[in-house]
Nanobody, 123 residues
Framework: VQLQASGGGLVQAGGSLRLSCAASGRTFGSYAMGWFRQAPGKEREFVGSISWRFERPVYADSVKGRFTISRDNAKMKVHLQMNSLKPEDTAVYYC?????????????????WGQGTQVTVSS
Protein backbone atom coordinates (compact mmCIF):
# COMPACT_ATOMS: atom_id res chain seq x y z
CA VAL A 1 0.00 0.00 0.00
CA GLN A 2 1.25 3.45 -0.88
CA LEU A 3 -0.02 6.59 0.76
CA GLN A 4 0.46 9.96 -0.87
CA ALA A 5 -0.23 13.06 1.20
CA SER A 6 -0.71 16.43 -0.43
CA GLY A 7 -2.08 19.90 0.20
CA GLY A 8 0.48 21.31 2.58
CA GLY A 9 1.82 24.82 2.29
CA LEU A 10 2.32 28.17 3.93
CA VAL A 11 -0.65 29.95 5.44
CA GLN A 12 -1.18 32.83 7.82
CA ALA A 13 -2.57 32.30 11.27
CA GLY A 14 -6.33 32.04 11.15
CA GLY A 15 -6.27 30.60 7.67
CA SER A 16 -7.25 27.19 6.36
CA LEU A 17 -5.68 24.31 4.51
CA ARG A 18 -7.04 21.01 3.28
CA LEU A 19 -4.76 18.02 3.25
CA SER A 20 -5.51 14.92 1.27
CA CYS A 21 -4.15 11.41 1.41
CA ALA A 22 -4.61 8.96 -1.41
CA ALA A 23 -4.12 5.23 -0.93
CA SER A 24 -3.08 2.98 -3.77
CA GLY A 25 -1.83 -0.54 -4.32
CA ARG A 26 -3.14 -3.37 -2.21
CA THR A 27 -6.62 -2.77 -0.90
CA PHE A 28 -8.27 -4.01 2.25
CA GLY A 29 -11.87 -4.72 3.00
CA SER A 30 -11.94 -2.09 5.69
CA TYR A 31 -9.37 0.14 7.29
CA ALA A 32 -8.97 3.21 9.41
CA MET A 33 -7.03 6.28 8.40
CA GLY A 34 -5.17 8.51 10.76
CA TRP A 35 -3.35 11.81 10.66
CA PHE A 36 -0.26 12.54 12.71
CA ARG A 37 2.12 15.47 12.78
CA GLN A 38 5.66 16.18 13.83
CA ALA A 39 6.92 19.65 14.64
CA PRO A 40 10.63 20.46 14.60
CA GLY A 41 12.34 19.09 17.67
CA LYS A 42 9.22 17.31 18.88
CA GLU A 43 7.90 13.80 18.78
CA ARG A 44 5.25 12.83 16.31
CA GLU A 45 1.77 13.28 17.71
CA PHE A 46 -1.72 12.12 16.89
CA VAL A 47 -4.05 14.55 15.14
CA GLY A 48 -7.13 12.47 14.37
CA SER A 49 -8.48 9.32 12.79
CA ILE A 50 -11.56 7.96 11.09
CA SER A 51 -12.73 4.38 10.82
CA TRP A 52 -14.05 2.55 7.79
CA ARG A 53 -17.61 2.64 9.05
CA PHE A 54 -17.69 6.42 9.36
CA GLU A 55 -17.96 6.32 13.08
CA ARG A 56 -17.39 9.70 14.63
CA PRO A 57 -13.80 10.71 13.99
CA VAL A 58 -11.48 10.98 16.93
CA TYR A 59 -9.38 14.12 17.40
CA ALA A 60 -6.59 15.29 19.60
CA ASP A 61 -7.71 17.94 22.06
CA SER A 62 -5.39 20.46 20.45
CA VAL A 63 -7.31 20.38 17.16
CA LYS A 64 -10.89 19.70 18.25
CA GLY A 65 -13.32 22.17 16.78
CA ARG A 66 -10.79 23.35 14.19
CA PHE A 67 -9.88 20.23 12.21
CA THR A 68 -12.24 17.86 10.44
CA ILE A 69 -11.45 14.47 8.94
CA SER A 70 -13.47 12.99 6.14
CA ARG A 71 -13.00 10.10 3.78
CA ASP A 72 -14.09 8.88 0.37
CA ASN A 73 -13.95 5.11 0.45
CA ALA A 74 -14.67 4.73 -3.25
CA LYS A 75 -11.65 6.86 -4.09
CA MET A 76 -9.56 5.57 -1.18
CA LYS A 77 -8.91 9.09 -0.01
CA VAL A 78 -8.99 10.80 3.34
CA HIS A 79 -9.00 14.53 3.91
CA LEU A 80 -7.99 16.77 6.77
CA GLN A 81 -9.68 20.15 6.73
CA MET A 82 -7.76 22.52 8.96
CA ASN A 83 -9.36 25.80 9.94
CA SER A 84 -8.34 28.56 12.32
CA LEU A 85 -4.74 27.51 11.97
CA LYS A 86 -2.24 28.56 14.59
CA PRO A 87 1.55 28.84 14.44
CA GLU A 88 1.74 25.83 16.75
CA ASP A 89 0.09 23.75 14.04
CA THR A 90 3.27 24.05 12.02
CA ALA A 91 4.55 20.54 11.39
CA VAL A 92 5.01 17.81 8.86
CA TYR A 93 1.67 16.03 8.59
CA TYR A 94 1.54 12.31 7.93
CA CYS A 95 -1.35 10.09 6.97
CA UNK A 96 -1.37 6.47 8.03
CA UNK A 97 -3.47 3.37 7.43
CA UNK A 98 -4.59 0.79 9.95
CA UNK A 99 -5.78 -2.26 8.04
CA UNK A 100 -7.66 -3.57 11.06
CA UNK A 101 -9.76 -0.41 11.23
CA UNK A 102 -8.99 0.36 14.86
CA UNK A 103 -7.75 3.91 14.41
CA UNK A 104 -6.95 6.04 17.41
CA UNK A 105 -3.74 7.54 18.71
CA UNK A 106 -1.47 4.50 18.92
CA UNK A 107 1.09 4.70 16.14
CA UNK A 108 1.77 0.99 16.38
CA UNK A 109 -1.71 0.32 14.97
CA UNK A 110 -0.81 1.87 11.65
CA UNK A 111 1.11 -0.36 9.28
CA UNK A 112 1.41 2.04 6.38
CA TRP A 113 2.57 5.65 6.36
CA GLY A 114 2.70 8.41 3.80
CA GLN A 115 5.74 10.55 3.19
CA GLY A 116 4.42 13.64 4.95
CA THR A 117 3.47 17.10 3.79
CA GLN A 118 4.75 20.32 5.33
CA VAL A 119 2.32 22.77 6.89
CA THR A 120 3.69 26.12 7.97
CA VAL A 121 1.54 28.66 9.76
CA SER A 122 2.96 32.16 10.04
CA SER A 123 1.99 34.55 12.81
Amino acid sequence: VQLQASGGGLVQAGGSLRLSCAASGRTFGSYAMGWFRQAPGKEREFVGSISWRFERPVYADSVKGRFTISRDNAKMKVHLQMNSLKPEDTAVYYCALDRYSRGGAYESRYEYWGQGTQVTVSS
